[in-house]
């Protein structure tokens, strides 16, 4: 319900409020310690902004597949692929 209303409020689609901006929100943090890194241009703080990156997209998309197959699996959702 708050997210529908905040969307209608802030005249944008309400599915961009959970999987956009709330995951934008929360990241915040790692966004800025991946550009303080990535700003002291040195090979190690290349490899270290990549690998934060790389794992906070895996960490994120892991833990969404699982909770949806959780919910697909707990809910006894019929999973039919043609």
Known sequence: MNVVSFASSA???SFLIPYFIIPCAINIPRLLSTITS????????????L???YVGVFTS???SLA???LIVYLRDVPWDVI
Not at 38 to 49: E, H, Y
């Open 38 to 49: 990535a700003s002291q241009k040195t090979q190690r703080a290349a490899s270290l902004t």
């Open 11 to 13: 005249n944008v689609p």
């Open 61 to 63: 998309n892991m833990s």
């Open 51 to 53: 690998s934060q990156i």
């Open 67 to 69: 909770t949806f197959l």
